[in-house]
């Protein structure tokens, strides 16, 4: 099983900015722990940060056929972005949107995702936690599976 794990603009800068705002954990910090959570379960994690919209849309297109599900924190681009929206939707491939913070607690204008009505579910205002939320939501879409086993009568 291979999941992608995609940090929108600015989480690069996780650990000193805003600290109060999102906390001191630094994402390389993040993704050692979202590694170590997926090598026990004998997961591949791929990452990737970017800044640019246009890198972020062809990550997620390349994950078609090859990707069997998505961690994404789009950031800023959760309010914005049509074209991740519709990478997402366009890749056929499952997807579980992250945040930190509780966005709905938040400026009225983060209080919108245009990205959470393509993916399956949002995990949202549990600091780092809510990557290993994510990942674990993510794992159990990808889990060849998962559909519930007949009971004997
Ligand atoms: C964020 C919330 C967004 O509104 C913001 O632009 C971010 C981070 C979060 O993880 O809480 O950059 O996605």
Redesign the pocket.
């Known amino acids: 099983m291979r999941i992608l794990v995609v940090h ?4 690069d800068l996780l650990g000193t900015r805003e600290p109060e705002v ?1 906390g001191t954990t630094d994402l390389a910090t993040i993704n050692r722990e979202l590694k170590a959570i997926a090598a026990q379960r004998g997961v591949t994690l791929e990452f990737v940060q970017s800044n640019h919209e246009g890198e972020l849309v062809d990550a997620i297109g390349s994950s078609r056929g090859r990707i069997d599900a998505i961690v994404i ?4 681009y ?2 914005t972005s049509v074209a991740i929206r519709d990478a997402i939707a366009a890749a056929g491939v499952p997807a579980v949107e ?4 509780n ?1 709905y607690a ?1 400026e009225a204008f ?1 209080q919108h995702s245009v990205i959470a009505p393509v993916c399956k579910g949002q995990v ?1 205002g549990f600091g780092p936690e ?1 990557y290993r939320l994510g990942l674990e939501a993510a794992m159990t879409l990808a889990a060849p599976n998962r559909r519930p086993r007949k009971t004997r009568a």
Request: hydrophobic share 30%; no cysteine.
């Open positions: 929108g603009p600015n989480l999102y924190n789009p950031a800023a959760t309010h992250v945040h930190l913070t966005i938040r983060r949202s809510s």
